[in-house]
């Protein structure tokens, strides 16, 4: 009876957990594997931007978007670092938004697309039926408002985008939307840290990824809960 309850709660927002767990497994596993520090990170691509511009901006927000590798990027770190490397005129903070806007709209194309034809196979394949159905309701409820408040940061874009891929939501209703919101959020933090944070220094993020995965369970017992409920 327990255990029924157990699985009830967990499969109702079996994505969610899921997502929960990837994320465990990667702060878990990043000193087991000798991954580099956050601030060897930040040096690279201080380097990075010193070297290639704007294309290593496009390249780096492409990696800072995708889902599962973006994990590696705490917060928006690769924008933050192009208006405070990169943004000396006006006119290189219109670059900078342009080239980082687009690439962010490119990368979530393709988590969707992973979200839809990778995902969504897999929950069918556990015989998940009942809880996509479920995301789908949650997603049409909530759609524009999770859109905008998610597309603040580029990792949890990247999840928003899976979650649409996943319910089979329009690709261009959502494109549309979604790429309003991220020149939205783009341009509003680059000019807020163009204006008046030039001199601002990322210092230590050793424990970003953590925060993370607290707003991921949140959101995850959320969505359990409500299904459960039902």
Not at 72 to 90: D, E, H, K, R, W
Request: overall charge positive; hydrophobic content about 55%; aromatic content about 20%.
């Amino acid at each position: 009876m327990y255990l029924l309850k157990i699985k009830t709660f967990f499969t109702g927002a079996l994505f969610e957990w899921s997502v929960v767990l990837l994320f465990l497994v990667y702060l878990i596993s990043y000193d087991p594997l000798g991954l580099p520090s956050i601030e060897t990170v930040i040096g690279f691509i201080e380097r990075g931007f010193t070297s290639y511009g704007l294309w290593f901006l496009f390249l780096g927000l492409i990696l800072e978007g995708l889902f599962v590798f973006g994990f590696y990027f705490p917060g928006s770190i690769i924008a933050f670092m192009a208006v405070l490397t990169l943004g000396n005129t006006y006119g290189d903070v219109f670059l900078i938004i342009f080239v980082g806007s687009l690439a962010l709209i490119l990368v979530n194309i393709v988590n969707y697309w992973l979200g839809k034809h990778g995902y969504y196979k897999l929950l069918n394949r556990f015989g998940a039926y009942g809880t996509i159905e479920r995301m789908g309701k949650r997603f049409d409820k909530n759609e524009k408002g999770a859109i905008l408040l998610f597309s603040s940061s580029p990792n949890f874009l990247a999840i928003t985008s899976i979650y649409a891929g996943i319910v089979q939501a329009k690709l261009f209703r959502y494109l549309r939307f979604m790429s309003l919101c991220i020149v939205f959020w783009v341009s509003l933090v680059s000019s807020i840290l163009f204006i008046f944070l030039r001199d601002f220094e990322i210092t230590s993020l050793d424990n970003a990824g953590w925060y993370s995965l607290v707003i991921m369970i949140v959101w995850a017992l959320w969505e359990s809960f409500s299904s459960y409920k039902k």
